[in-house]
């Protein structure tokens, strides 16, 4: 990205990822949900195609583009009505981090596979006790003679039932390591969480007892797992970003339609300034995040970690108070229809509700900006 002009390449992926998600659209997406199934299909064709593999670098498959190409694909597949929560997760996290730290082995068993969307990992940090709070993690995995042995558990993990394995944050003697642990391991076992959100991607709870891991598990040195949770973390705002400003679109894009089609006062309703206007200043508030959201993946993808975490918060917050506001309002200027499944934006509304709490609430990003962007003191 120059001069806030998108790079020619980057334009195109938009247009062929926007085709794309058409091609299934917000009904195919619902209809997976409701009934409990996964957008496997959706999915499979993103790999096939990919995009699901475009920041995975060239030599192991990928596209060799970096996290603000990614965040481009899960937007224009939120923006056509098919937002993939394994997206911020899977390829974004997993494989980067997998990509940055991992032994060579480790790029070559795994690598390949998110390229072409044949492989998914979830990722494991939050836990019932801990919450925000990172610094109380339970979950620990020690070493016996060539192996690691996992104990604790995590709550609230996306996806649990459609990865080949889970990438966990535990705790050993010298610090945080990141595990990788297959979901057929042993000892290793989840309850999913009943959600009201409409969404294929489903929630669980892990349970670690006794895991036998071999010494490979653990992702590159086990000296550097903080470092490496840090990297995993950035894409993630960015992405949850890019989730949140792909949803906006659709709902101001499905908004902005029906109100200049609806004629009860012998006017569209949109030509009403008290529909206009609310409608514009989500607009307004959309693209901004959208600004910032390319800001932080561009500072990511040029190696400035520091820079790249404030904006990747400040996006992600942007972003999470744009899609909850934007949602509402397409909601609001439908009336009743709002609510109905024919016009397909009730579903959304509890999804807009979770980017202002997930992957990491408002008030802890507010923190971090008064801390360390504004420089006051420290308040929890």
């Known amino acids: 990205m120059t001069n806030f002009v998108e790079s020619e390449e980057r334009i195109a992926l938009r247009k062929?990822?926007?085709?794309l998600g058409a091609r299934y659209g917000h009904d195919y997406f619902v209809a997976k949900a409701r009934a409990g199934e996964k957008t496997t299909e959706l999915w499979a064709d993103a790999g096939k195609h990919g995009y699901l593999g475009v920041a995975v670098p060239e030599e192991y498959g990928g596209g060799g583009g970096g996290i603000g190409d990614l965040a481009a694909v899960c937007?224009?597949?939120?923006?056509?009505?098919?937002?993939?929560?394994?997206?911020?997760v899977s390829p974004a996290i997993c494989a980067t981090v997998i990509a940055r730290f991992g032994t060579e082995d480790q790029k070559q068993r795994w690598l390949p596979g998110f390229a072409d969307g044949s492989v998914k990992m979830a990722f494991a940090i939050t836990e019932p006790d801990a919450g925000s709070n990172a610094h109380k993690l339970k979950t620990r995995?020690?070493?016996d003679g060539d192996e690691w042995v996992l104990n604790g558990g995590k709550y609230y993990i996306s996806g649990v039932d459609e990865v080949d394995a889970v990438m966990v944050v535990a705790v050993q003697s010298t610090g945080p390591v990141l595990v990788i642990v297959p979901v057929s391991a042993e000892g290793f076992t989840y309850q999913e969480i009943?959600?009201?959100?409409?969404?294929?991607?489903?929630?669980?709870?892990?349970?670690?007892?006794d895991v036998r891991l071999p010494s490979d598990?653990?992702?590159?040195?086990?000296?550097?797992?903080?470092?490496q949770i840090f990297a995993g973390l950035n894409p993630e705002r960015i992405m949850a970003a890019s989730f949140a400003t792909g949803v906006a679109r659709r709902a101001l894009d499905k908004?902005?339609?029906?109100?200049?089609?609806?004629?009860?006062?012998?006017?569209?309703?949109g030509a009403h300034q008290g529909l206009a206007h609310p409608l514009?200043?989500?607009?307004?508030?959309?693209e901004l995040a959208r600004v910032m959201t390319q800001k932080a993946a561009a500072l990511y993808d040029a190696g400035l970690d520091r820079e790249a975490g404030e904006a990747a918060n400040m996006a992600k917050y942007a972003a999470g108070e744009a899609v909850a506001g934007a949602v509402d309002q397409a909601i609001q200027v439908h009336g009743g229809n709002g609510l109905s499944a024919e016009f397909g934006l009730a579903s959304l509304l509890a999804?807009?509700?979770?980017?202002?709490?997930a992957p990491v609430s408002r008030e802890m990003i507010l923190n971090f900006v008064a801390q360390h962007t504004l420089k006051l003191p420290r308040s929890y």
């Open 16 to 19: 062929a990822v926007a085709d």
């Open 75 to 88: 937007e224009e597949l939120a923006a056509a009505g098919c937002p993939l929560l394994l997206m911020v």
């Open 141 to 143: 995995v020690r070493r």
């Open 194 to 209: 009943p959600m009201d959100l409409v969404s294929p991607e489903k929630q669980f709870t892990l349970f670690f007892d």
């Open 217 to 227: 598990a653990v992702v590159g040195s086990p000296d550097h797992g903080l470092q």
């Open 255 to 269: 908004a902005s339609a029906y109100a200049r089609e609806r004629n009860v006062w012998d006017a569209p309703i």
């Open 280 to 286: 514009a200043q989500r607009a307004i508030e959309t």
């Open 351 to 357: 999804a807009s509700r979770v980017s202002r709490i």
